[in-house]
């Protein structure tokens, strides 16, 4: 995948659009995957940091444009995901909305499929997962739900490619069919459509609606109290008071017969459409019973279980990560060291040549070090992949809501934490799908505190330089579980100072569990995979090569090498380097944290990625023998540290510094760089005193 554009609007004289719509967990990734394959496109929408995918394929000989926009329930924009969604289908006017609906859990996907009819825009609908609704006893004629719907439906089961040519056929025999629209808008109880026609003939006395409203939509909207819609409404016709007032005597006379709110009577009557549909042309087998997912969740999320299944999970994640992961890194470390080795064989020059070391020293010991770590993040992507596609992480959610509620936060608010187990900045990015500025702002600021897949490497050098085996998983665990903690404390604090305010209720979706696809789960798994790697190949090389510089210049006068053992001379030179003077100036603050010079340059390194850490404390540690085996790195790091220290370095790069891509995130995501720079700030003054309060402690005790 590239940012560069899939194809010229030019180039392609009869391209659909085709916009991918549907519920969160309905399965619409794995559908877009199968539409688009790779000719696949990720970027921002303008103007927001919210991700937007595209994706081509040809059908008929017409060339076919999908945009998968982002999850949404309803196009009663709450979230701005969901805001993005319904301003893509109102201003881009795709000539197809594809809505992707769990077929085993239909009448509450459904609500946006009716949604989109009033909206009044061409719209196929993908009863997705027909298998599993077929295997609980959900027996659906597909063609009688279409004709009282009056959508056209197709069958499909993403995963497995089933219905997928079909759905092709269906999008390209809409377009043609409704060429500047859909069909007509559901009609609602008279007295609901009385209001929408009087708003709507009012509306037009104004003369045209904003760009992108359909007239009586936009009615229906005010009626139900949509302020961006309402907002647009009196930008555009500069607020007329008969408009404000005919609204609200609209709703009164509505709520008054009713007996409820506008909102919820508009709901009722959707619903009622839904019903009614599901009633004729949904069948449930006298076989149907408690769902096998029940049964589960009935151990998975209960009270006494339910966190202890949770930790026990993330226990062996991490051991697997472990596990399998160091045998296979020794593997790329030796690779690594003989490549080193071999280029200093064929070197031309002299071995002390400064283009040498700067190959060997800086590009294949920088990048090399952290490299070696690849295989135990692939290991724990994969494992969250699995744990994702198996539908267990929004268990994970529902068995953290009672934590997440008594720190005041919303439940949805330990996705982008889960996430930050990835990467912090697509964990900063998921903070969206919170209605509440409030938890958007205090769950990015403590997102730092989630060890990100950049930390891991970090965490492997050092748990394996200094503890036995048998100690490094539950370390590791530890760790883990302590930055949680920690970041569901700070976030407790926040809520309890600076954003004050009412609790809001959690509700989310459990999907149906599922056996997670090979494809799936190695696809999820190269794309995260592959950005550590880029990350790799671009940005730790570039800063390997800038730290070797650093590290090697200016180089030390002659006459003060003179005579000095080859060892003693390189720690000389270090030391009167660019990186060896910043770390000597930063030691008298970090010592009593239990950091000498050569760990602050490593530091400073972190800034940028925290995966230069391990790269810096490679190369500065270079100062031993070049040649040595690949080993040894863990052995000079046993003979200058102490496991006391370790501990403190741990902690330290556990919880400061986020990475400058993530500061920029939070920038753009809080819209002020003073939340960015509170975070930087705050969380570094925090990991430092930490990592003095325990280096000092530990040393009290055992002097």
């Not at 990734?29 to 040809?58: D, I, M, S, W």
């Not at 003060?560 to 910043?582: E, I, N, V």
């Amino acid at each position: 995948m590239n940012d560069a554009p899939l194809s010229s609007p030019s180039a392609a004289p009869h391209r659909l659009t085709v916009a991918l719509a549907g519920n969160p967990n309905a399965g619409k990734t794995t559908l877009f995957n199968r539409l688009t394959g790779a000719r696949q496109h990720v970027g921002n929408y303008p103007g927001v940091t919210v991700e937007k995918k595209e994706g081509l394929f040809r059908y008929d000989g017409r060339e076919i444009l999908v945009v998968d926009l982002p999850g949404t329930y309803s196009l009663t924009a709450a979230s701005l995901d969901e805001r993005v969604a319904r301003q893509f289908i109102l201003h881009e006017r795709p000539d197809v909305v594809v809505d992707v609906v769990d077929a085993s859990n239909l009448e509450r996907h459904l609500y946006l499929a009716v949604q989109l009819r009033e909206l009044g825009v061409p719209v196929v609908l993908a009863l997705n997962m027909a298998d599993l609704a077929d295997a609980a006893g959900c027996l659906i004629d597909a063609p009688l739900l279409e004709r009282l719907l009056g959508l056209r439906i197709v069958r499909t089961v993403a995963h497995k490619g089933e219905g997928v040519a079909e759905l092709q056929a269906a999008i390209v025999e809409t377009a043609r069919r409704f060429p500047g629209g859909g069909p007509p808008r559901p009609r609602y109880d008279r007295r609901v459509e009385a209001e929408i026609e009087a708003l709507a003939a009012l509306l037009a006395t104004f003369g045209p609606p904003p760009p992108g409203l359909p007239v009586e939509w936009t009615a229906l909207k005010l009626l139900e109290g949509d302020e961006d819609v309402a907002r647009a409404v009196r930008a555009h016709l500069h607020a007329p008071a008969a408009l404000t007032e005919a609204v609200a005597a609209a709703i009164g006379r509505l709520e008054k017969h009713f007996g409820d709110r506008v909102e919820t009577i508009l709901a009722d009557q959707r619903y009622g459409i839904i019903s009614g549909a599901c009633q004729e042309a949904v069948r449930r087998s006298a076989a149907q019973r408690h769902s096998t997912s029940d049964r589960i969740d009935d151990i998975v999320i209960s009270r006494p279980l339910g966190l202890p299944i949770f930790l026990l999970l993330m226990y062996l994640v991490f051991r697997l990560t472990f596990g399998l992961g160091d045998p296979l890194g020794a593997l790329i470390e030796r690779g690594f060291h003989w490549a080193g080795g071999a280029l200093a064989a064929v070197w031309p020059g002299p071995r002390d040549s400064a283009w040498l070391s700067l190959l060997r020293d800086g590009v294949l010991r920088g990048v090399g070090s952290v490299l070696v770590f690849l295989p135990n993040i692939l290991l724990l992507f994969a494992a969250i992949a699995v744990l994702e596609d198996s539908g267990y992480m929004a268990r994970a959610a529902f068995v953290m809501d009672q934590w997440m509620h008594r720190i005041g936060l919303h439940g949805k608010s330990f996705i982008p934490l889960l996430l930050g187990f990835g990467c912090t900045v697509p964990a900063v990015m998921a903070t969206r799908v919170l209605e509440s500025r409030r938890d958007r702002l205090v769950t990015m600021l403590v997102l730092p505190l989630i060890s990100c897949g950049g930390r891991l490497p970090i965490y492997t050098m050092l748990l394996g330089a200094f503890f036995p085996p048998a100690w490094r998983t539950p370390m590791l665990l530890g760790l883990y579980l302590f930055g949680v903690a920690l970041a569901l404390l700070l976030a407790k604090l926040l809520r309890s100072t600076l954003w004050r305010g009412e609790e809001p209720l959690f509700v989310m979706e459990l999907p149906p569990y599922r056996l997670p696809t090979v494809r799936g789960v190695l696809l999820h798994t190269w794309e995260r995979g592959w950005l550590f790697v880029r990350k790799a190949a671009t940005v730790i090389l570039g800063l390997s090569i800038v730290l070797w510089v650093l590290t090697s210049y200016p180089k030390a006068p002659a006459h003060t090498l003179a005579g000095l053992p080859a060892d003693q001379a390189r720690a000389a030179q270090l030391a009167y380097s660019a990186a060896g003077r910043a770390g000597h100036a930063l030691e008298p603050l970090l010592r009593p944290a239990g950091f000498d010079w050569k760990a602050a340059t490593a530091l400073l390194g972190a800034f940028a990625a925290k995966e230069m850490f391990v790269a810096q404390m490679s190369i500065v540690h270079a100062a031993g023998d070049p040649d040595a085996a690949p080993a040894s790195l863990h052995a000079t790091l046993r003979r200058n540290y102490t496991p006391l220290q370790a501990v403190a370095m741990l902690l330290f790069c556990l919880i400061s510094l986020p990475c400058v891509m993530t500061g920029v995130v939070v920038a753009r995501e809080s819209g002020a760089w003073r939340w960015a720079l509170l975070q930087l700030s705050g969380l570094t003054l925090l990991a430092y005193i930490v990592a003095v309060a325990v280096y000092q402690t530990g040393r009290a005790l055992t002097l």
